[in-house]
């Protein structure tokens, strides 16, 4: 049987990912608790001796706006809607810095080991909103490659897609730029064609956080494909949904996934576990907690079945090592 995985993937964006939706003035204090439940996330995982990918926007990596301007892309999104797009925004709002830049907290995630530093794309790049080019998101993947090459010593390998938007001319584009793993939805239907939602996908989604709903969210890794020109696509299992103070479902969320993860670690499976470690911004403590439940249950399949942690890269080193030694799929 193959040793069964336990992947994780962090969407790490700040305010970058928001911008479009909350009020930077509103959100300063949730963005300190963030950048201190990250330090907190990091040595959890350093004590567990848990491996995860830290996919960055890359405008987190700039000391400030002057470095921010100096490594932007030749060619910027031209969505039709431009309350979209990150550099529009920012046009008023560059007297603010303390939730826009966090290169400290990528030099931590750098130097804590098993982390992988991956990519959100340098400004939170939305691939299928009308107007933007193809050309413009591979500008935007090359600003990223350049300034993880020459502030950190870096070539970024796994890429996350912002709101979890791609198609296959951009996942080409995501190879050409070096990228050889991207994060891919899970195949149930509610999670199809993410930029257009509506209240039916919304309701399974957060439905099946509870109780099954959709296909068995572990996958056999010989079931990851990818394709000539094309990065490994890993699947996405589970969204890590943070604590609310007035639910009544947060313990049977944590349950849920704890489920999921003993019957990948039966099966030989993979199981990818994602969130956003600015959702650890509210109810820090909870989050903190409850997600050190789960990696103690981590320990308990890693006991018991032989589970191993593992980063995106890290699978995909794996896959081609397979791949390379028995090219006939199962």
Not at 184 to 194: E, L, S
Request: neutral net charge; hydrophobic residues 35%; aromatic residues 12%.
């Amino acid at each position: 049987m193959n040793s069964p995985a336990f992947i994780i993937s962090l969407d790490f964006e700040l305010h970058w990912g928001r911008f479009d939706k909350v009020r930077l003035t509103e959100e300063q204090r949730h963005y300190r608790r963030t950048k201190e439940a990250v330090y907190r996330v990091l040595a959890l995982f350093a004590k567990g001796e848990i491996a995860a990918t830290w996919a960055t926007v890359g405008m987190l990596m700039a000391d400030d706006f002057e470095e921010w301007e100096a490594n932007k892309p030749s060619l910027t999104p031209s969505y039709q809607k431009q309350q979209f797009s990150a550099y529009e925004w920012a046009k008023g709002h560059k007297s603010k810095t303390e939730s826009l830049f966090a290169p400290d907290l990528v030099r931590a995630i750098i130097q804590t080991p098993r982390q992988e530093l991956g990519s959100h794309t340098f400004a939170h790049y939305y691939t299928m909103e009308a107007g933007q080019q193809q050309e413009e998101f591979r500008a935007d993947l090359k600003a990223c490659q350049r300034l993880a090459e020459e502030k950190f010593a870096l070539k970024l390998h796994s890429l996350v897609f912002p709101r979890n938007q791609y198609d296959n001319p951009y996942l080409k584009i995501a190879a050409e730029a070096g990228f050889t793993a991207v994060r891919t939805n899970p195949g149930d239907w509610y999670w199809r064609h993410p930029h257009k939602e509506n209240l039916i996908k919304k309701i399974f989604r957060t439905g099946d956080t509870l109780y099954p709903l959709g296909q068995k969210s572990s996958f056999h890794p010989a079931d990851m494909g990818r394709e000539k020109d094309m990065p490994l696509a890993i699947p996405a299992s589970r969204l890590l949904r943070p604590f609310r103070p007035a639910s009544f479902f947060n313990q049977r969320r944590i349950e849920r996934i704890k489920m999921e993860m003993t019957l990948a670690a039966r099966l030989g499976e993979y199981y990818h576990l994602w969130w956003h470690p600015h959702n650890f911004g509210h109810c820090p403590e909870e989050n903190l907690l409850a997600l050190k439940e789960i990696l103690d249950h981590y320990q308990y399949l890693h006991q018991e079945y032989g589970m191993l942690s593992r980063n995106m890269e890290q699978i995909c080193a794996a896959f081609e090592a397979t791949h390379i030694q028995n090219p006939t799929p199962r």
